[in-house]
């Protein structure tokens, strides 16, 4: 079975989902209470809740059309835009080590890609 671009691009896009979803998760958990009328309340939460529903749903789809060994190491990705995401709506400073991490996780999912395309 070869790995079609639908499916590719539909992972990529439940990864993008997914990050959101656990940054809305870390904003919610800043308001997390274990009072059930104001769990009810927590907006952001249910934001970080909704998304990751929906990241899993089109990671499921997009794993139909085509291979895990080439699909699912681009969830590693999720890490990449944790990271950017995290700087620019949390306000979390990257130093040298995360960087150099961000780029050896982009090398090895791009090096995946590239094998499966050979």
């Given at each position: 079975m070869t790995t079609q671009a639908w499916a590719v691009a539909v992972v990529l896009a439940a990864t993008v989902f997914g990050s959101f979803g656990s940054?809305?998760?870390?904003?919610?958990?800043?308001?997390l209470e274990f009072n059930l009328k104001k769990?009810?309340?927590?907006k952001k939460l249910f934001y970080g809740i909704?998304?990751?529903?929906?990241?899993?749903?089109?990671s499921v789809s997009g794993l139909k059309g085509g291979e895990l060994s080439v699909l699912y190491p681009l969830a590693a990705l999720s890490y990449v835009?944790?990271?950017i995401l995290s700087m620019k709506m949390l306000k979390e400073?990257?130093?040298f080590w995360k960087w150099t991490g961000v780029i050896l996780i982009v090398a090895g999912v791009g090096l995946i890609?590239?094998?499966s395309a050979i």
């Open positions: 940054i809305y998760l870390k904003k919610g958990a800043a308001d769990l009810l309340k927590n909704t998304l990751f529903i929906i990241s899993t749903i089109l835009w944790i990271c400073k990257m130093g890609g590239y094998g």
